[in-house]
C-alpha cells in the first residue's frame, strides 16, 4: 500500500506534465504559444491577490504576536481534557482555518516534539492533512475576482473545519 | 463575516499587546504579516504561471473538455446552476483531482480559474453566486486521498509508518467534505427560501411551499446585500433548471 501510494505520488505531476503538452501537440495547438499565453493570466492573477492576502496577514500577525491567542488555547485546554483529547492539538485546531503556513509549522513542530506515531503526531498529521486553510482558501479566491460579500463561504468552510477536526480527533483515538 | 474578523483580529490583538504592556509588538507584527502576504503572493506567481500556462495548453487541446464530460453527471449534481459545456465545469474538475491527489499548489491555480469563469456567469460582481460558495466548500473540506507533504514530514522525523495516517485522513476528509456539501445545500436552499425568485410562480414547483413558510421571521434578519437591485427582466427559465440565482 505504501509503495503504491509513494508511486502514486511521485509520478502524478511527472505523467500530467508529460500528457498535457503531448495531447495538445497531437490536437495541433501551438503548444509552446499556447503554454506562454496562458501563464500571462497567471502573473496578473497573483499580483491582483496580493493586497487581499496583504490584509488578511496583518491582521492574523498582530492576533498571534499580542498573545491572544495563547490566551485563547490556554482558555480552552481544560474543557477537553476528560475526553481523552489530548490538548496539545488544539491549537492546530485554531491555527488551521487561519494559517496554512502557521498551523503546517505548529503541526511539524509537534511530530518533532510527541514523535511522528505518538497520538499526538498522528491526530496534528491528520488535522492537518484533511482540513484547508478556510480563510485563505477564502481570500485567494474571492479575491481574484473582487468578491466583497461571500455570502454563507465562510460559515460553511470554518463549520467543515469544525466536523474535520473533531472527526479526525475521534478517527485517530479509535484506529491507534 | 469577514468585515467583522478581520477587525476583531486586529483590535483584540491591539487590547492585548496594551493590557500587557507591550503595545509595540503590534507595529511589528503588522509589518511582518505584511511582508508575509506579499511573499507568499510571489512565491504563487511561478505556480500560477506555470500551472495556467499548462492549463491553457490542457483547454486549447480540448483535454479538460474531455475530462468534463466525462465527470460531469457528479459536478452537474455539485454544481445544479452552472451549464454543462461552460469552461468553469473543466476548470472545477481539475481542481478537484488535484485537491484528491493532494496537489494543493496545482489546485489553487484551477481553482482561481473556475472561480474565473463562474465570475462571467455572475450578475452582481461583488456578491459571490452560489455555485462559488459550494466551490469554496469542496476546497476549504479539501477532499484529500494522499496527503503528500504531511507523509513526507514524517519520513523526515522517521516514522516507523509514514502512511499510516491516509486511512485517517481519507475518513476525516470524507465526512469534512460531506458536512460542507451538506451545509452549502442548506444554506442555498434557505437563500432561495428567504428571496423568492421574481419568475411567475407557475415555474416554480416549490411555490406553495415558499410561501406558506414563516415569512415575518425570515424577513427581519434578510441579508441587505443579498437582495438584487438589478431587475430580473431578462430570465428566461427555459435554460436550465436552476435559473433562479442568474438574475
Known sequence: MLNFINLVSTWAIPVILAFIPLYAYAKKVPVYDSFVDGAKDGFSTAISIIPHLVGMMVAISIFRASGALDYLISWVTPWIKHWGVPGEVLPLGLLRPLTGTGSLAFTTDLIRTYGPDSMIGRIASTIQGSTDTTLYVLTVYFGAVGIRNGRYALKVGLFSDVVGFVAAIAICLLVF | ?247
Open chain 2, 1 to 247: 463575516m469577514i468585515h467583522l474578523i478581520w477587525v476583531a483580529l486586529i483590535c483584540i490583538g491591539f487590547i492585548f499587546a496594551a493590557a500587557q504592556g507591550n503595545i509595540e509588538v503590534v507595529t511589528k507584527a503588522a509589518f511582518d504579516g505584511a511582508t508575509t502576504g506579499v511573499t507568499v503572493c510571489f512565491g504563487l506567481i511561478s505556480v500560477l504561471v506555470f500551472w495556467m500556462g499548462m492549463m491553457r495548453l490542457a483547454e486549447d487541446g480540448g483535454l479538460l473538455q474531455k475530462i468534463s464530460k466525462l465527470l460531469s453527471p457528479l459536478v452537474a449534481f455539485l454544481f445544479p446552476d452552472v451549464p454543462r459545456n461552460h469552461p468553469a465545469m473543466g476548470y472545477i474538475l481539475s481542481n478537484m483531482s488535484a485537491n484528491l491527489l493532494g496537489l494543493g499548489n496545482a489546485a489553487t491555480p484551477m481553482g482561481i480559474k473556475a472561480m474565473q469563469e463562474l465570475q462571467t456567469l455572475n450578475p452582481d460582481k461583488q456578491t459571490a453566486t452560489p455555485a462559488m460558495c459550494t466551490l469554496l466548500a469542496l476546497n476549504t473540506a479539501s477532499i484529500t486521498l494522499i496527503p503528500t507533504t504531511l507523509i513526507a514530514i514524517r519520513l523526515n522525523f522517521h516514522s516507523a509508518h509514514p502512511a499510516e495516517i491516509v486511512g485517517t485522513t481519507l475518513v476525516a476528509t470524507a465526512i469534512a467534505t460531506f458536512a460542507a456539501i451538506a451545509a452549502d445545500r442548506w444554506y442555498r436552499s434557505r437563500e432561495l427560501r428567504r428571496r423568492p425568485p421574481a419568475i411567475p410562480p407557475s415555474q416554480t414547483s416549490l411555490a406553495p411551499l415558499i410561501s406558506s413558510a414563516p415569512t415575518s421571521a425570515a424577513s427581519s434578519t434578510t441579508l441587505p446585500v443579498s437582495s438584487p437591485a438589478v431587475p430580473r427582466t431578462g430570465i428566461t427559465a427555459a435554460k436550465g433548471r436552476d435559473t433562479t440565482w442568474k438574475g
